[in-house]
C-alpha cells in the first residue's frame, strides 16, 4: 500500500493506538506525517520546557528542537510508555541541558548553525507554542498570580505540578517524563500544592469574586 493512501485513510481509535499507527507510517518513509504525530502534545512540550527554563524564547528553542531529536530517534521508541510521555521527557532532557550549559558559559555566546542530518525533511514549525491552558482561565489578574507563584517554586516542585495540575498527566506518566518513582512524584506533587496555597492564599483572601474557594484547602486537589 502507497503512502499516499495510507495518508487518505482516517485515524481511529485512543491516543495510544492512533499514535502507534502514525509512528509506523513515519517508520514506513512518510516522514511528512510527523507533525501530525506531534501537534496533539505541542502544548505539553512547550510547558514542559518552560517549566524548567523560565524564559519563553528558550522554551520556544527547546520546544523545537524536541521535535527534531525526536524524529531523528524515533526509531528507538519502544512504547513501553505513551508517546506523549516519551515526547515531554526529551523536552525536559533538553531543557535541563540548555540550563546547565547557559550556567557554565553565562558569558559566552553558543550560537550555532542547525546541523542538516541529510535526510532533507525538516518538521514544519510548530506555531502558538505560547497559547497555553493557563490562558483559559477568566481572569487575567488570577492568571498571573498564579505564573508568579509557579515560576517562584523550586524547579523540582514546579515540574511536576505542571505535568499533573496544568497538563493533567498521570502520576505515573509524570514520573516516567521526570525520571523518578510515583512516591517521590505524590511527595513533590502536596509539597508543591502546598507551597502555591501558602503564596497565594494571602493574595486571594481579600478577594470578592470568591477566588480563594478555589484554592483554600486544596492541597490534596487541582490547582488548574
Not at 503512502?3 to 516522514?31: F, K, M, N, Q, Y
Not at 531543557?95 to 525538516?122: C, I, K, Y
Request: aromatic fraction near 8%; avoid cysteine.
Amino acid at each position: 500500500m502507497t503512502s499516499e493512501a495510507h495518508s487518505t485513510r482516517p485515524l481511529t481509535g485512543s491516543p495510544p493506538s492512533r499514535d502507534a499507527e502514525l509512528i509506523a507510517r513515519i517508520l514506513g518513509g512518510e516522514r511528512e506525517a510527523f507533525h501530525e504525530l506531534v501537534q496533539p502534545y505541542e502544548k505539553s512540550v512547550y510547558f514542559a520546557a518552560f517549566s524548567v527554563l523560565q524564559n519563553e524564547q528558550d522554551a520556544e528553542d527547546v520546544a523545537q528542537e524536541t521535535v527534531l531529536k525526536a524524529l531523528k530517534a524515533l526509531h528507538s521508541f519502544r512504547a513501553e510508555s505513551k508517546f506523549s510521555t516519551w515526547l515531554v521527557s526529551i523536552a525536559i532532557n533538553e531543557a535541563r541541558a540548555r540550563l546547565r550549559h547557559a550556567r557554565v558559559l553565562q558569558f559566552e555566546s553558543v550560537d550555532q548553525a542547525p546541523q542538516e542530518d541529510g535526510t532533507g525533511f525538516t518538521p514544519a514549525v510548530i506555531t502558538d507554542w505560547r497559547e497555553v491552558p493557563l490562558q483559559a482561565l477568566e481572569r487575567k489578574e488570577l492568571r498571573e498570580l498564579l505564573r508568579k507563584a509557579t515560576a517562584s517554586l523550586p524547579e523540582i516542585y514546579r515540574e511536576v505540578l505542571l505535568l499533573r495540575d496544568v497538563e493533567e498527566f498521570s502520576i505515573a506518566e509524570t514520573a516516567a517524563a521526570l525520571g523518578v518513582s510515583g512516591g517521590v512524584i505524590k511527595t513533590r506533587l502536596l509539597r508543591a500544592r502546598l507551597m502555591m496555597q501558602k503564596i497565594l492564599a494571602p493574595q486571594l483572601a481579600s478577594k470578592r469574586s470568591g477566588l480563594f474557594g478555589l484554592f483554600k484547602g486544596k492541597a490534596g486537589g487541582s490547582w488548574f
